[in-house]
């Protein structure tokens, strides 16, 4: 095919509540445990990635938020484009077989927020690829070859991955537990902590967790079960109380894996910044009765669950015990707008309960969002990342 065809989507980010660590299959990227997560909303985070294809191309290309890295650096990458080939030469078309492509993804959220960008980025690339080269097949199989987290980045809402029993992999999928309009209520808090470069990768990281901690067998085989169970009944019937405890409980016993996992997974991903926060929900819950739940991933940065309702008074709270300085000032809170009414009596009752030491700075930005869509096709062809010869519109040095 001389004529270039092109191709622009963009993907949500998910959050897990039921954590995936472990894989069975480090090649098929089939995992130890099933995991359920929320798709976050593309207005406030999402990964837009522009596809061209053309047998003008004479090689795969890839450009990462402005930068051009090499394919044959990124195995998961090439594994990819090989499925999607695979599977195009399974329909019986035979036009694009010997086109390349010249892919271009940018991220609207900093890399550095600590929010898994590659679970988004994967699954856009799965998505905008099955569309242009017109596969009917399951996108999250494709993604979670990718990156195991980026399956659930495929659908909008509530999603499960389950673990799926075949060693090739094809029951391994994610499954929408429920849409992005069924509990409206819920909003999410994404609270970015200050990161120094992480010194364990998640793939290396659970590799050694597989291999090494007798807790990590444990979750697998006897409490993730149950656990997806009753987080699947907690979503359906919106029992907020419920969600909040399996979601801080998943949380935790993930970290105490990496501590479990010998050696230890050392500096751990969270730091001391994120156990103050995780005090300070404690005693906001144990005061209020349940009203905010943390979730921790691979790194310091919390997200926090809560209604709609709750979050004037959070944010207060998290203002009053991590002030931001001065030149956070104007941009600490992020996303969604949100009225901060004066303090009422009953909330500086709260604050002098809570009793804990002031952590000035130690949150960088807040972003407020809620759960939103899977990924989308992007019809204005401005947006497009590439120009006509399939080049990136927008480069940068650095
Ligand atoms: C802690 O999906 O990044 O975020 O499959 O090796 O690419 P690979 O790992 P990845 O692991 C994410 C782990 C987690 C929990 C989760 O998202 O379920």
């Not at 270039?4 to 959050?15: D, H, K, Q, R, S």
């Not at 995936?20 to 130890?32: A, H, M, Q, S, T």
């Not at 080269?133 to 195991?148: L, M, N």
Request: proline residues 5%; neutral net charge; hydrophobic residues 35%.
């Amino acid at each position: 095919m001389d004529k270039m065809e092109v191709i622009t989507c963009t993907a949500p980010v998910n959050l897990a509540v039921i954590k995936y660590w472990g894989k069975r299959d480090e090649e098929l990227i089939l995992p130890v445990n099933s995991s359920l997560s929320a798709t976050l909303s593309q207005e406030e985070l999402c990964v837009t990635t522009s596809v061209a294809i053309s047998s003008k191309f004479s090689t795969d290309r890839i450009w990462l938020n402005g930068r051009e890295n090499f394919i044959k650096d990124y195995p998961r990458l090439q594994n990819v484009l090989k499925i999607v080939r695979e599977e195009y030469k399974k329909t019986g078309k035979t036009e694009l077989m010997n086109s390349k492509v010249h892919i271009c993804s940018v991220n609207n959220f900093p890399t550095a927020a600590g929010l898994a960008s590659s679970a988004a980025g994967f699954a856009c690339l799965a998505f905008a690829l099955t569309k242009l080269f017109k596969i009917e097949c399951d996108v999250s199989v494709i993604a979670r070859q990718g990156s195991g987290s980026a399956c659930r980045s495929i659908y909008g809402g509530f999603v499960a991955w389950e673990k799926g029993e075949k060693s090739d992999g094809t029951d391994s999928i994610a499954v929408q537990v429920a849409p992005e309009n069924h509990w409206t209520e819920m909003h999410i808090l994404v609270l970015v902590v200050s990161e120094e470069k992480k010194e364990t990768s998640s793939t290396s990281g659970m590799r050694r967790s597989v291999e090494t901690s007798e807790l990590l067998k444990l979750r697998a085989e006897h409490v993730v079960p149950q656990r997806m169970y009753e987080m699947k009944q907690a979503i359906l019937n919106k029992d907020f109380e419920k969600f909040a405890d399996l979601t801080m409980k998943d949380s935790n016993q993930f970290h105490a894996i990496c501590l479990d996992t010998f050696p230890p997974i050392i500096p751990p991903y969270m730091n001391s910044i994120s156990h103050s926060i995780i005090q300070l929900i404690s005693k906001y819950n144990e005061l209020c009765g349940t009203k905010v739940a943390y979730s921790f991933d691979a790194g310091p940065s919390a997200v926090l669950f809560l209604r709609e309702k709750d979050v004037p008074e959070c944010l207060s709270l998290i203002k009053t015990f991590f002030p931001p300085t001065q030149e956070q000032g104007e941009s600490f809170l992020r996303g969604l707008y949100v009225n901060l009414s004066p303090d009422s009596d009953t909330f500086h009752g709260i604050k002098e309960k809570i009793a804990l030491p002031l952590t000035p700075g130690g949150i960088k930005y807040i972003i407020h969002t809620q759960v939103g869509d899977g990924p989308r096709i992007v019809k204005n062809q401005e947006c497009c990342l590439l120009n006509a010869e399939g080049l990136p519109k927008k480069s940068s040095d650095n």
